[in-house]
T-cell receptor, first 107, second 114 residues
Framework: GIQVEQSPPDLILQEGANSTLRCNFS?????LQWFHQNPWGQLINLFY???GTKQNGRLSATTVATERYSLLYISSSQTTDSGVYFC?????????FGTGTRLKVLA | DGGITQSPKYLFRKEGQNVTLSCEQNLNHDAMYWYRQDPGQGLRLIYYSQIVNDFQKGDIAEGYSVSREKKESFPLTVTSAQKNPTAFYLCASSSRTGYGETQYFGPGTRLLVL
């Protein structure tokens, strides 16, 4: 099956810093999404991005499907950005999640 | 408000007992999913359903069962055959649109074995 790897596994930032999270996947996919899981466990969809680039406020994402990776950029980080970021890929309705990047933003 | 609800928030299971986790959505989505998350880990797919009265096994279906009798409901039963059920269980739904398929998640149920 498809393998999804995320890096780095852990990241600590000072408030205001920028960061890049990476998601590599081992085969072609129909769908790729980025999620943020808050400390209470709620998963929030950030981007649906099987290819190309999207931006939403301080967050942006780029997927290069031909090279099988996606990047999530967080600029001017805030303490509320803390949590775990997951990417998930889909083929034939089955979603595979990466193991996540655990981000902690310090005030 | 449209969304996904899961109940209960916490659930305790005794040895040998079957328990059922509820998932309801009012988003009019066709597809629904159940995931299991262990501490510090990613999500693993248990079961998914693309349409009423049809569902498919995910990667870790052993010890679990589901039903999809109504579009808005997708309950998960954790049977006594599941030997290590302690985990965080998340339900999701999605609807394919012209802009692609986005999954929306419920708040989750934490299951603990007594």
């Amino acid at each position: 099956g498809i393998q999804v790897e995320q890096s780095p596994p852990d990241l600590i930032l000072q408030e205001g810093a920028n960061s890049t999270l990476r998601c590599n996947f081992s085969d072609s996919v129909n769908n790729l999404q980025w999620f943020h899981q808050n400390p209470w466990g709620q998963l929030i969809n950030l981007f649906y991005i099987p290819s190309g680039t999207k931006q939403n406020g301080r967050l942006s994402a780029t997927t290069v499907a031909t090279e099988r990776y996606s990047l999530l950029y967080i600029s001017s980080s805030q303490t509320t950005d803390s949590g775990v970021y997951f990417c998930a890929v889909e083929r034939t309705y089955k979603y595979i999640f990466g193991t996540g990047t655990r981000l902690k933003v310090l005030a | 408000d449209g969304g996904i609800t899961q109940s209960p928030k916490y659930l305790f299971r005794k040895e040998g007992q079957n328990v059922t986790l509820s998932c309801e959505q009012n988003l009019n989505h066709d597809a629904m999913y159940w995931y299991r998350q262990d501490p510090g880990q990613g999500l693993r797919l248990i079961y998914y359903s693309q349409i009423v009265n049809d569902f498919q096994k995910g990667d870790i279906a052993e010890g679990y069962s589901v039903s999809r009798e109504k579009k808005e409901s997708f309950p998960l039963t954790v049977t006594s055959a599941q030997k290590n059920p302690t985990a965080f269980y998340l339900c999701a739904s999605s609807s394919r649109t012209g802009y692609g398929e986005t999954q929306y998640f419920g708040p989750g149920t934490r299951l603990l074995v007594l």
